[in-house]
């Protein structure tokens, strides 16, 4: 895909300047990341695995990766879990996105 700017990105951050990531789903159940300060630069992913990522992110499995920070800052102060796309949205425990089903484990 290259009409990047067609898809509809969710911003981890409700700062409109803080650089951040941005996600959006794509045709055939593909996600999407970029960062604000690159979006040229994509990085595309099943559905699959940006569902056990977001898993892993929820079992503290990423922590060591921010050992010293302060998270909550960190992620732009909850800002994604706010717009219902964090990280339930993965396992439908905000709502679904149109049309699609629930994955349950």
Not at 67 to 94: L, N, P
């Amino acid at each position: 895909m290259s009409n990047w700017d067609a898809l509809t990105w969710i911003r981890t951050s409700d700062d409109p300047a803080q650089e951040c990531i941005e996600v959006a789903g794509g045709e055939g159940g593909l996600v999407h990341l970029r960062q604000t300060d690159n979006p040229e630069h994509v990085v595309t992913t099943t559905r699959a695995k940006w569902r056990a990522f977001v898993l892993g992110v929820r079992n503290n499995e990423f922590d060591h990766f921010v050992t010293g920070e302060d998270v909550e800052s960190a992620t732009g102060g909850g800002a994604w879990a706010a717009t219902g796309h964090g990280a339930g949205a993965a396992s439908g425990e905000h709502g679904e996105h149109e049309g699609e089903q629930p994955q349950r484990e």
